[in-house]
């Protein structure tokens, strides 16, 4: 026999052994496995033959498949989700007004609806646009304002003037309480923050405008961590809002600040490393992204579907 020949056989040999060692391993793990959710989410028996006979019939390609497969698993998928925010409660919610089957089942998304030229409908969707929750959808009301049905726009015009105004005046009162020597400042801060947030992350105000704004919300968390006693009021989400606004505008050196405090108060939170991403991203730092990116795949936090995504774009 030639030694290619020996080394065949000695290949088929040491494959079957293996696959009887994994049939023989998986009749244990069945045998004296006592945590019945173990029991529950393990392969069965049937599927230990399946695979023990996938691996006799393709030698060496058979076990590096499934060795492969499970070495991904455990890199990537083995983190338990995180069921903190899951309500499990059975609670009838009650809508706050009662759905309106036969509008709702012929009504498209505002941006789709001003790419046609049924201004009827256009201009019924722009009633019902306005008498829900405006300042949600104010980017889709601002599209509304190039719109060559003049009703439309007019509509939109003065939806847009009032909920800016109001949103004006709102903001400049929270801020002024915010500012003076009233109680709770640290609620007063949070008020601020989040009633800003709605509205600035829509972008419908010019640039200069929006700055002024963001910078307010800016001033208000850097209060809330500059005191020790409020910090704890600081969440991960308030600095992933004022950094996704202050990148928008392009104030690296602010963005920054936010990042290095994020991995100060939430090492093991997802947004702080996707802001660093993003920040370094749009400043095209290339060998920061990916020091970044390398840090997320190591670190014990839980991935989103976006994020992971992106690992596997980049990786």
């Known amino acids: 026999m ?24 998986g009749y244990f793990q069945q045998m004296y496995s006592d945590d019945s959710e173990l029991k529950r989410t393990q392969m ?29 698993y455990a890199y990537f998928f083995r983190n338990g989700a995180d069921l903190a925010d899951v309500i499990f409660g059975k609670d009838k919610v009650k809508a706050p ?26 201009r019924g969707l722009m009633l019902d646009v306005v008498r829900g929750d405006v300042q949600k959808s104010l980017a889709s009301i ?26 004006r005046q709102t903001s400049q009162e929270k801020y002024n309480a ?3 020597d009233y109680a709770e400042p640290e609620e ?39 005191d020790e006693e409020y910090r704890d009021k600081l969440s991960i989400q308030y600095i992933e809002w ?6 928008k505008l392009r104030s690296y050196d602010r963005v920054q600040f936010w990042c290095e405090v994020a991995k100060e108060l939430f090492p093991n939170e997802l947004a702080t490393y996707t802001l660093q991403l993003k920040l370094y991203f749009s400043m095209e730092n290339r060998e920061k992204f990916f ?3 390398e840090e997320l795949k190591k670190a014990d936090v839980v991935i989103d579907r976006e994020t992971l995504e992106l690992i596997r774009i980049f990786s």
């Open 178 to 180: 915010f500012k003076e």
């Open 44 to 72: 069965t028996m049937p599927g230990y033959y399946l695979q023990a006979f996938v691996m006799l019939i393709c030698p060496v390609i058979g076990p590096l498949f499934f060795i492969t497969a499970q070495v991904i």
């Open 142 to 167: 601002n599209l509304a304002l190039n719109s060559e049905d003049s009703e439309t726009s007019h509509y939109a015009a003065t939806v847009m003037r009032d909920s800016l105004n109001d949103f």
């Open 291 to 293: 020091n970044v990116m």
């Open 188 to 226: 007063r801060a949070c008020d601020l923050i989040e009633f800003m947030n709605e509205v600035l992350s829509q972008e419908v105000f010019p640039e200069m405008e929006q700055k002024g704004f963001v910078e307010k919300m800016d001033e208000a968390c850097t209060f809330l961590y500059n």
């Open 97 to 122: 007004r009662k759905a309106e089957e036969e509008i709702e089942r012929n009504r498209v998304p505002l941006e789709e609806a001003l790419a046609v030229s049924d201004r009827q409908s256009l």
């Open 2 to 25: 030639t030694a290619a020949g020996v080394w065949f056989l000695v290949i088929i040999i040491l494959n079957t052994i293996v696959c009887v060692l994994f049939v023989i391993w």
């Open 242 to 247: 004022v950094g996704i606004l202050l990148l």
